[in-house]
């Protein structure tokens, strides 16, 4: 399964880096939070989407991590999304995990609101992370967002995250 994804998710990235129309996203996040209710975390990602942002396109997302435990640590991974009447499914992986997300983004007159559901695992086994995610932007111009998020999200299956962060999204 593994493996299939992974060539798939790299033939799908080089079909959208050839494209010269594709669209492209990217969004920068920062956010703080706490392990457990007692340590200290951060997180720090950049996302890249490519292709048609209307429907099928590619994803990558790399992130810097501080956190107590092993398994949440630096990595950048690539995959597939999908676009459908406000929602976005998106499945991205590496070689040792992988995160799928269900989002919806509701558009209003001022505000973009979005809102969702993440789950992460290894591949073979152990390690998994299921959490929500609700953010509000506003946008400065024509193609810039900026605004904040709040993700909860239970680690371990015995431990909970909070992560409060901010974000910057551009589309081109």
Do not use: C
């Not at 949440?72 to 997300?101: F, K, P």
Request: no cysteine; proline share 1%.
């Amino acid at each position: 399964m593994k493996d299939l994804f992974l060539a798939v998710t790299s033939a799908t990235a080089v079909v959208f880096a050839i494209d010269a129309t594709a669209d492209v996203s990217m969004t920068a996040t920062t956010a703080h939070g706490e392990f457990e209710n007692e340590q200290a975390t951060q997180r720090h990602t950049l996302e890249l989407r490519a292709g048609d942002l209307e429907s099928l396109y590619g994803v990558l997302q790399t992130g810097a991590y501080d956190h107590p435990l092993d398994e949440i640590s630096d990595r950048t991974m690539g995959g597939v999304g999908y676009h459908w009447r406000g929602w976005n499914a998106e499945l991205v992986g590496d070689d040792d995990r992988y995160l799928a997300s269900l989002i919806y983004t509701a558009q209003t007159d001022v505000w973009e609101i979005r809102g969702g559901v993440l789950h992460g695992n290894k591949w073979d086994e152990g390690f998994k992370q299921t959490g929500l995610k609700v953010s509000v932007g506003y946008p400065v111009m024509e193609t810039l967002t900026v605004g904040g998020f709040y993700e909860i999200g239970n680690t371990t299956m015995k431990s909970v995250d909070d992560l409060y962060g901010g974000y910057i999204a551009a589309r081109f």
